[in-house]
């Protein structure tokens, strides 16, 4: 039986072990905290749950593409969903006025038709490009060979921009389409347009956010690989790889405990996977400095709301909010600016509540802005950082408060997180919410692959393929198939249909 070490615990580490578990290897996953599921993580305070990264997630109705999957990795009896809105999933709001994205293909395009008669007709265009990208994916097709990949190729090659403004006449209709990028930090001219279509295909189909909180999807997994007979570690962190003059032969942990390996696949951020290779020479220099100078995804600022009992009705949409009539270079802003823009949202404490216990607000911050702190430790940044994260709090609250008039006078309590916080829990360079940035001006040297020189080291998470739930798992299958052949994932997969 291999042996197969998995570096990190988020949902690619835990999806990638439960897989080669089920499919006769022997795993051992191996995470640095003490607990497992990296942005799949809850906290509690004062008795309220909040989510560090997993908020919603789309296409799990029976027969869709994340239902599909979900009972692939077993967990359609241990992760409760609650449908969010079907009229209004995300709302976007630009200028102050307010337009709702519904479920499903033919309602999304009346309700956008309502609000732009003259652009129905490309809305069409556009949804119907939308369904060909999506339908050139593995996990839509089930299938890993007959797809258009010219479609999806075409499609990686335009930014988001570029495609919108081809299709509408009307600029704030493509403001509109464009107001969901904090979901995937899209950047002007840069993000391509595959990554907008992915999202919205994903979303648009059904969405839900998860019953109790993300960390169900981590507990599940983690359970499954125990009952199978794999390894799940917590307070193990990996401070080396162990190399001989061909391959990868061991980890070794903090703690000084070996771990041998036939495989290892990594699900940290890359540059942190570079600096367990110090020793070893089968990773050139130049392919070092590529990854370690991949542009990396903005940082964020998050405000955690507890509410006061009975006072908020719960709102079963994602709040895009912005200042003025774009959504564009939020990430880019003075002290003055900030915040351009900001997304809020509540938690989901049981199946489609009454009222909120609690709520998160994010907003873009580049982490340039808490340099100063990084090497301090969590809790121990001292009275300057505190004070800084207070004074931010209070101006991202007033500009929520400016934008859904009564919020404030709910609010019981308030925590907050900077770039520094992800940079700690999750390791992510620069502190960055998806790690490594997608440019279609950087080329296959902007792309982090799943295979290295070391050819039983391959890589998995939201930097080689994208982020959210379904980018994860798309990489989980491509990395697993370099274990097991993918016509026998692909089949063990469509049978959970």
């Known amino acids: 039986m291999s042996k197969v070490i998995v570096i990190g615990s988020g949902l690619g580490g835990l999806s990638c072990g439960y897989i080669l578990q089920k499919n006769g290897f022997e795993v051992s996953v191996l995470e640095q905290g003490l607990q497992a599921g990296g942005c799949l993580q809850c906290f509690t305070r004062k008795g309220v749950r909040f989510e560090t990264g997993m908020h919603f997630i789309g296409s799990a109705l029976p027969g869709q593409t994340m239902d599909t999957m979900m009972r692939y990795l077993g967990m359609e009896d241990r992760v409760k969903l609650s449908p969010m809105d079907p009229k209004a999933y995300n709302i976007v709001s630009l200028d102050s006025q307010e337009f709702r994205f519904p479920v499903g293909r033919e309602a999304f395009i009346e309700q956008m038709g309502e609000y732009f008669p003259s652009q129905k007709d490309a809305l069409r265009r556009y949804v119907d490009i939308v369904d060909k990208i999506a339908a050139a994916s593995a996990l839509s097709s089930l299938c890993s060979q007959d797809r258009d990949m010219a479609a999806n190729t075409q499609y990686q090659l335009l930014p988001i921009n570029g495609v919108l403004d081809s299709l509408f006449s009307d600029p704030l209709l493509r403001n509109v389409l464009a107001g969901d990028l904090p979901l995937y930090s899209g950047e002007k001219d840069k993000t391509p347009f595959t990554q907008q279509a992915f999202i919205f295909d994903f979303y648009n189909q059904s969405s839900f956010r998860l019953e109790g909180g993300s960390d169900s999807i981590a507990k599940s997994l983690v359970s499954g690989i125990r009952e199978m007979g794999g390894e799940v570690l917590t307070g193990k962190k990996v401070v080396k790889i162990l190399c001989d003059e061909q391959k990868a032969t061991a980890v070794q942990t903090e703690d000084e405990s070996l771990y041998k390996a036939d495989w290892i696949i990594s699900t940290i951020h890359p540059s942190r996977l570079m600096e367990l290779l110090q020793d070893t020479k089968l990773i050139r220099p130049a392919f070092r400095n590529r990854i370690n100078s991949i542009p990396q995804t903005s940082g964020v600022f998050a405000v955690y709301l507890k509410f006061k009992d009975g006072r908020m009705p719960y709102l079963n949409s994602n709040y895009f909010g912005y200042k003025g009539s774009s959504p564009w270079d939020c990430e880019h802003y003075s002290l003055g600016e900030w915040p351009k823009g900001f997304l809020y949202m509540h938690m989901c404490h049981e199946r489609q509540p009454l009222w909120a216990k609690s709520a998160v607000v994010l907003s873009y911050m580049n982490m ?17 950082y505190e004070r800084f994260k207070r004074e931010r709090a209070e101006i991202l609250l007033a500009e929520l408060e400016r934008q859904r008039p009564g919020t404030l006078e709910c609010v019981e309590d308030w925590w907050t997180s900077t770039p520094l916080t992800y940079l700690d829990y999750t390791g992510t360079e620069k502190g960055s919410m998806y790690g490594v940035a997608k440019d279609i001006n950087a080329g296959a040297a902007g792309r982090v692959p ?48």
């Open 368 to 384: 340039a802005e808490v340099e100063a702190w990084k090497g301090t430790r969590i809790g121990h940044r001292g009275e300057d």
């Open 450 to 497: 799943y295979r290295t020189k070391i050819p039983n080291l391959l890589l998995a998470g939201q930097n080689v393929n994208s982020h959210g739930m379904l980018g994860v798992i798309v990489g989980t299958v491509v990395t697993c198939a370099e274990l097991v052949p993918a016509a026998t994932l692909y089949s063990q997969i469509k049978k959970c249909r």
